[in-house]
């Protein structure tokens, strides 16, 4: 298990951007792969982005390809979410999580959840 705490969510108007930050706790987060999910209000917990133990493959929901780009530095433990061009559509909690598994996208593979932080994007 590693303990994920996220951080830099807020208010933010249409086309603004925000770089939401992961931070780690555990000796092995190396051997993980990381996630980013989100939820909004009536809405199931959705993928948004992936990225593999080093860093060399990610994924992408279609909603956020080319404007969303996740990374990790293994050696500070943290893992990035760069969101661009924001759109109202992307407001929602978004959770940073962990799994073992190889490049998975599905919310059941990820055994591991931060407590997420809110993003709101204003028209």
């Known amino acids: 298990q590693v303990q994920l705490v996220e951080s830099g969510g807020g208010l933010v108007q249409v086309g603004d951007s925000l770089r939401l930050s992961c931070a780690t706790s555990?000796?092995?987060?190396?051997?993980?792969?990381m996630g980013w999910f989100r939820q909004a209000p009536g809405k199931e917990r959705e993928f948004v982005a992936a990225?593999?133990?080093?860093?060399?493959?990610?994924a992408y929901a279609d909603s956020v390809k080319g404007r969303f780009a996740i990374s990790r530095d293994n050696a500070q433990k943290l893992v990035y979410l760069q969101m661009n061009s924001l759109k109202p559509e992307d407001t929602a909690v978004y959770y940073c999580?962990?799994?073992?598994?190889?490049?998975?996208?599905?919310?059941?593979?990820?055994?591991?959840w931060g407590q997420g932080t809110q993003v709101t994007v204003s028209a």
């Open positions: 555990g000796r092995t987060f190396s051997s993980y792969s």
């Open positions: 990225i593999s133990r080093t860093g060399g493959s990610t």
């Open positions: 999580a962990a799994s073992p598994l190889y490049m998975v996208t599905r919310a059941a593979d990820f055994g591991s």
